[in-house]
């Protein structure tokens, strides 16, 4: 997604719903799928659903291509 925009590479968005991207130099990574440590891969709509209306501070500690 290249939507101009203005924060720190890094930052994630979610509306804790639907969708999970990550910020870029450039505009936006979104993640499709994900796997939490010792789970599953997972589309990133379990995910949300599963963490519901907690809404906790995520962050990435690492990633692989």
Excluded: C, W
């Excluded at 789970?39 to 962050?59: C, D, E, Q, Y």
């Amino acid at each position: 997604d290249i939507t101009p925009h203005s924060l720190p590479a890094g930052t994630i968005q979610t509306d804790y719903k639907s969708y999970f991207k990550i910020a870029t130099t450039d505009g936006f990574i979104s993640i499709l799928e994900l796997q939490p440590q010792s789970k599953k891969r997972m589309p990133v709509k379990a995910f949300l659903n599963g963490i519901g209306n907690s809404k906790p501070s995520l962050k990435i500690i690492s990633y692989s291509s």
